[in-house]
T-cell receptor, first 111, second 114 residues
Framework: GQQLNQSPQSMFIQEGEDVSMNCTSS?????WLWYKQDPGEGPVLLIA?????ELTSNGRLTAQFGITRKDSFLNISASIPSDVGIYFC???????????FGTGTRLTVIP | EAGVTQFPSHSVIEKGQTVTLRCDPI?????LYWYRRVMGKEIKFLLH????????ESGMPNNRFLAERTGGTYSTLKVQPAELEDSGVYFC????????????FGAGTRLSVL
């Protein structure tokens, strides 16, 4: 079945450091989404990517849609304590509306 | 504008009991999805409604799960009888549809089956 492999599984970083995480798929996606989940909350959309090669920023966050359409990465610059949470990549398989999710990257920021 | 709301936020039941989860989508969103995250694994799709019709229920694990969306507004997901492996967080999401179909998630219902 469809799999989204997300890495790293967890990260412990110092406040102010930059963070990079990525997601790879066994098949092509036409859309890549990055969500963040805070404790006790549902996933919140951070960035949406719709074209291969697209590079999009949202404040300190930057995400790119890989040229092969099988991967994406998310960078967070100058991390702050409120960046703590679980980050998920997601995308709809071709021809479908539901989302496949990656396994998540748990980010801990040490003040 | 209110977001996607789910009720209850947490439910603890015994194996064999019945539980009904409710989701109220964002007003005007025709698309409603149910997802589940079990044991720290990835969030997995359960089913998709377009208005009151089931568009895709390929992710429903078995016939103990029944989802409804009468009138195309709120949706319920009933688990009967609940088993231990049903424990997890159940998320609901809604979207307005094309062209970009951005899905907005509720806070989830944490189900614990003992």
């Amino acid at each position: 079945g469809q799999q989204l492999n997300q890495s790293p599984q967890s990260m412990f970083i110092q406040e102010g450091e930059d963070v990079s995480m990525n997601c790879t798929s066994s098949s092509i996606f036409n859309t890549w989404l990055w969500y963040k989940q805070d404790p006790g909350e549902g996933p919140v959309l951070l960035i949406a990517l719709y074209k291969a090669g697209e590079l999009t920023s949202n404040g300190r966050l930057t995400a790119q849609f890989g040229i092969t359409r099988k991967d994406s990465f998310l960078n967070i610059s100058a991390s702050i304590p409120s960046d703590v949470g679980i980050y998920f990549c997601a995308g709809p398989p071709l021809g479908a509306n539901n989302l496949f999710f990656g396994t998540g990257t748990r980010l801990t920021v040490i003040p | 504008e209110a977001g996607v709301t789910q009720f209850p936020s947490h439910s603890v039941i015994e194996k064999g009991q019945t539980v009904t989860l409710r989701c109220d989508p964002i007003s005007g969103h025709d698309n409603l999805y149910w997802y589940r995250r079990v044991m720290g694994k990835e969030i997995k799709f359960l089913l998709h409604f377009v208005k009151e019709s089931k568009q895709d229920e390929s992710g429903m694990p078995n016939n103990r799960f029944l989802a409804e969306r009468t009138g195309g507004t709120y949706s319920t997901l009933k688990v009967q009888p609940a088993e231990l492996e049903d424990s997890g967080v159940y998320f609901c999401a809604s979207s307005p549809g094309t062209p970009k179909n951005i899905q907005y998630f509720g806070a989830g219902t944490r189900l614990s089956v003992l």
